[in-house]
């Protein structure tokens, strides 16, 4: 097949169409025409694999790394920056105008970032003692000797733990970096026991690496997708590592979300914030806390924040970070935000910031009949952000919509979202 691609598809495809369906050509660039050659045909879409680049984009440039086309962490590395800044505004303003129906809102243009070396959490699979990623779309293992989206620090100590020779009993090995104190933090996940091998492995890079703070040991259950099983047992070293974000000291624990890019998130954080307009009379509520990074951020302008997250470990580490700031103005609350709101008093101000799903349509319900003054959400997914803005907007106005691109080279933008009651 000949086709002129007209669009990039939240995975990162080419988006074409032709004989009455939706064509997808992976590696395929807006303003290109490529031919492909059809792999699976259904209905009313056909996935293509891409053959030649008959004209190219003026914005299609030579990826960085070699295992760009076969590991599949990367999607966008042979889109110009300048290009993947355009691509994420664009999808964010279809998506509110698409799923959301929300009409002459401007997206604002996307505030780019480092565009490699920015990310201090990462997760790889282990074969016989190499590290590497699952190729695109694939259980295909690619080993990899170096990952440039990775802080240049936490590759650098990658590469001397795998020279040091990991067991083989390992599968998988998660890795935290705190950027102001060049801290690590890592998990090695198996699914068999935990032996004198690990042991010894784990205790030797305490000692060689002193980067390295602390090692966890997890073992995996064989029938699930999740990376972590259900017990953690400390093997070497100390059991947190610490990071510092615009002033304020934060705690660093083994299953506790925190952001990833080191370079972006104080700013992201900052501009959130303040779009609230905080005033000593106001009650703020972070209704997806985490480790209570924004709620402690928040607390100095306000007269009370107060944090709910559903994560066990997380609101103790939150704790944990309000006790080590020695601040006196907030509480952290355990429970889904749609129920514990609802026996807390009302809030006027508050910050969303859910996992990619969403919000529970019940949570945005209560914040309407509370007539919350002002809202910030902050969305790491563009379909589920329109779908919640479509939600509110009988009873707010969305004032703003400022990206932020926290993951380049990859599909993924974070979307700051300001509404005020109507």
Not at 171 to 177: N, Q, R, S, Y
Not at 205 to 212: D, F, P, R
Not at 248 to 260: G, M, R
Not at 276 to 303: H, I, P, Q
């Amino acid at each position: 097949m000949e086709v002129d691609i007209i669009d990039i598809s939240s995975k990162g495809l080419g988006v074409s169409r032709a004989k009455g369906k939706v064509v997808f050509v992976e590696w395929a660039l807006v303003n290109e025409t490529v031919s492909c050659t059809p792999m699976r045909e259904g209905t009313t879409i056909i996935e293509a694999k891409l053959d030649k680049i008959l004209k190219p984009s003026a914005d299609r440039v030579e990826p960085v790394c070699p295992h760009f086309k076969s590991c599949g962490g990367c999607q966008l590395q042979h889109l110009s920056y300048t290009g993947q800044l355009k691509m994420k505004q664009k999808r964010i303003q279809d998506a509110l105008e698409r799923i959301g129906k929300i009409k002459g809102v401007f997206v604002e243009e996307v505030i780019g970032s480092v565009e490699y070396g920015y990310r201090n959490k990462l997760q790889m699979p282990v074969r016989a003692g190499k590290l590497g990623f699952f190729g695109s779309n694939s259980h295909e293992f690619v080993p990899i000797q170096h990952c440039y989206l990775h802080l240049p620090q936490s590759q650098k100590v990658l590469e001397e733990i795998e020279s040091m020779g990991i067991p083989h009993s390992i599968d998988t090995l998660v890795m935290k970096t705190a950027f102001s104190t060049n801290s690590v933090l890592m998990i090695l996940c198996s699914f068999e026991p935990l032996t004198p091998m690990i042991e010894t492995f784990a205790k030797a890079v305490i000692e060689s690496k002193k980067e390295v703070k602390g090692i966890y040991f997890t073992r995996r259950k064989k029938d699930s997708n999740f990376v972590f099983g259900k017990d953690f047992t400390l093997v070497a070293g100390t059991e947190s590592i610490e990071d510092e974000i615009l002033g304020l000291k934060f705690s660093l624990y083994k299953d506790a979300f925190y952001q990833v890019p080191p370079f972006q998130v104080p700013h992201l954080y900052r501009y959130a914030i303040e779009r609230l307009d905080l005033k000593e009379t106001d009650r703020f509520l972070d209704a997806f806390c985490g480790v209570g990074t924004m709620t402690l951020l928040a607390s100095k302008y306000c007269k009370e924040a107060v944090g709910i997250e559903c994560v066990p470990s997380a609101i103790e580490s939150a704790i944990n970070n309000r006790d080590l700031n020695q601040i006196e103005n907030v509480q952290f609350y355990l429970g889904r935000a749609e129920e514990k709101i609802k026996e807390l008093p009302p809030f006027n101000k508050v910050i969303l910031n859910p996992p990619r799903k969403g919000c529970d349509e019940s949570l945005l319900n209560v914040l309407k009949k509370q007539k919350v003054e002002k809202i910030v959400y902050v969305s790491c997914d563009p379909a589920t952000f329109a779908r919640d803005m479509e939600i509110l907007q009988s009873d707010y106005i969305l004032k703003s919509v400022q990206p932020f691109d926290l993951f380049p080279q990859t599909v993924h933008v974070e979307t700051v979202g300001y509404l005020e009651l109507r």
